[in-house]
Structures are given as structure tokens and as C-alpha cells.
């Protein structure tokens, strides 16, 4: 097939660029550089891929045949769509409205990288595809939320009016290589905290719980679910819960260190819980979780040893 991959320069999206070139698909990566960088994809030296340096808020075309689009632009970390929020609203918004525009030109299949955070704080846990959520519409995360929550309800408005064939996939908490050192997320954040010798931060007394799936198995859920003919969202994440504090002491730990763990304020709706319901995936897509939090974390470690991350800053600062 002959792939469209928006925000394909970003962590999770260079990713599955090696997925699908491995598979055999042609890949066009379309990315700004506003939260990606060039240098995830600049180990590919592939004939069959092809990066286009692009916002895809803005009117969007490519030449030639599509066979799927695959939308994974969007700022996806707090410190960078708390950095960003109209832009993360617009590509929630007019960037999916453009993938899926460009999609239904193609006459392509069509998937959307969803998120775990439409069910915001969440009031039940593990969270199933049919819970509805606990959202501030008005809050700091807000704009996050409510993009992918916006983007969901556009992408099932093309399924049911244009009979168009769509994916939805809201991804859990994913780790690995190629995270920014500086991305603020949990993961980054401890092992490189640790690494330097510092303190490790925690919000909130670190009772609060996060399901971590590492990068291989979010990828392999996901290429799952582009090649089945499910419709409905799918959650993909690891059901293994974990309180921040446990992360945080697994991380010092794989580090050798012996730094202080340190408390701070938590943010504004932080979610106390998080914990994938994943019956609809292993049903529908035969697939869960095989790598353990503490294996994927010590290879995310090892990797982080290396110097493979620059901690490089995102090429572009938009605040439009």
C-alpha cells in the first residue's frame, strides 16, 4: 500500500513509519517539526519513503494513489500543548478535517491516533471504549481533550456520511526510544532526572496511577487495527497499572541511583487513574501487551545511557 503518515517526524509516528516500510508499504510522512524532529526519521534511508516538510491544518494533497492515511499529528505531551494550544486545537480540528478530506479524495482507508485522554479524569476504572468520560471542556488540558474528542466525532461523521472506511485508536501512555528528553512526559522526565544525578520529580503524592505500553507493542496494536474493519474506537495500552510513585522508584532503581524522590503540586485535572479496558483488542485485533513495564523501561534506559537523545528542541515554536 501507498501510506499517508501525518506527524510521522514525532516519537510514536516514526515508529510506525518503520513498521509499515518494514511490512512493505510505501510511506509519505507529512510533519511540521513543531513537536517531531528530523532526526527520528533520518536513520530511513529507504526508497519507498518520502518526508514532506508540511502543516497539515492547510489545504492538503498529494499526487498520485493513496491507499490509507494514518493522522498522528498533534502535540501529545502537556508541557508542548500547554506550549501550543491553538495549534493543538487547529490540528485536532482542521488537520483531521484535512486528513480525512484528503482520504476520501483517495478513496483511502483512514485512521485516527486518538488518545486515552478523551476519557479525561475518569471516574471509572479500567476505562472500556464505552465510557464517556470526565472532561473540562475549559481546563489547561482542555484543548488537548477536546481536539482528539472533536476529532473522534469528525472521523465517525465521514464513516456514517461518506460510508468511508475508518479506524479509531485511543492510545495509553507509550515509551521508548526516540522520546524527548525534554517532552515533560513521566517516562523521559524520571530516567533523565536520574541519569543527571537530580531529584525526581512527582506530582501529587505519586499515588495516582499510569499504564505504560512500550513502543513495539503500541505499534503492533496499531498496525492491527489499520488492517482490520473495526469501526468503533479501540483502546491499545498495557492493563498493567502502576502508581507514579512505583514508576518512579522502578526507574531509580534500573538507574542505579540514589536520588531523592521529590514531591510537587499536582496540575490542574491530572488524571488520577489510568488503565486501558483491553477485551475489544484482544478480541478484534488478537493483541496485547508482551513486553513488561520494566523490561521496556530498562531498554528505554539503556537507550537514554547511550546518548541516542540529544534532548533536541523542537525545530519549530508555534503559537498561532
Not at 518503520?18 to 513543531?34: A, M, P, Q, R, Y
Not at 534511508?45 to 514532506?52: H, L, V, Y
Not at 473522534?152 to 501512555?173: D, G, K, S, V, W
Not at 505519586?206 to 512500550?214: A, D, H, K, V
Request: proline share 6%; glycine share 8%.
Amino acid at each position: 500500500m501507498r501510506i499517508i503518515l501525518t506527524g510521522g517526524a514525532g516519537f510514536l509516528g516514526s515508529h510506525l513509519a518503520d513498521k509499515f516500510l518494514t511490512e512493505g508499504h510505501d510511506v509519505i510522512v507529512i510533519d511540521n517539526l513543531s513537536t517531531g524532529h528530523a532526526s527520528n526519521i533520518a536513520h530511513i534511508k529507504n526508497p519507498r519513503f518520502q518526508f514532506i516538510h508540511y502543516d497539515v491544518t492547510n489545504y492538503l494533497y498529494v499526487d498520485g494513489s493513496v491507499d490509507f492515511v494514518l493522522h498522528f499529528a498533534s502535540p501529545a505531551s502537556p508541557i508542548d500543548y500547554m506550549q501550543m494550544p491553538i495549534q493543538t486545537l487547529k490540528v485536532g480540528s482542521l488537520g483531521t478535517h484535512k486528513a480525512l478530506g484528503l482520504s476520501k479524495a483517495k478513496g483511502a482507508g483512514f485512521l485516527l491516533a486518538s488518545t486515552s485522554e478523551v476519557y479525561g479524569d475518569p471516574l471509572v476504572n479500567p476505562q472500556p471504549e464505552d465510557y464517556w468520560g470526565n472532561v473540562s471542556p475549559v481546563g489547561p488540558r482542555g484543548v488537548y481533550d477536546e481536539a482528539k474528542r472533536f476529532a473522534e466525532a469528525l472521523t465517525m461523521a465521514y464513516h456514517r456520511y461518506h460510508n468511508m472506511n475508518t479506524r479509531i485508536a485511543r492510545i495509553f501512555n507509550t515509551f521508548g526510544p526516540r522520546m524527548r528528553a525534554n517532552d515533560g512526559r513521566l517516562v523521559p522526565t524520571l530516567i533523565n532526572q536520574a541519569l543527571r544525578g537530580e531529584a525526581l520529580t512527582v506530582f501529587g503524592d505519586g499515588s495516582q496511577t499510569r499504564s505504560l505500553c512500550y513502543i513495539t507493542d503500541q505499534v503492533d496494536g496499531l498496525y492491527r487495527l489499520a488492517m482490520s474493519n473495526e469501526i468503533e474506537p479501540v483502546n491499545i495500552g498495557n492493563p498493567e497499572e502502576l502508581s507514579v510513585n512505583a514508576i518512579a522508584e522502578m526507574i531509580r532503581r534500573l538507574t542505579d541511583s540514589d536520588v531523592p524522590i521529590i514531591h510537587k503540586p499536582l496540575p490542574v485535572d491530572d488524571p488520577k487513574v489510568r488503565r486501558p479496558d483491553i477485551k475489544k483488542a484482544r478480541r478484534v485485533l488478537n493483541w496485547e501487551p508482551k513486553i513488561s513495564i520494566e523490561e521496556g523501561l530498562t531498554k528505554t534506559v539503556n537507550w537514554f545511557k547511550k546518548g541516542s537523545n540529544k534532548g533536541l528542541q523542537p525545530l519549530v515554536q508555534s503559537r498561532r
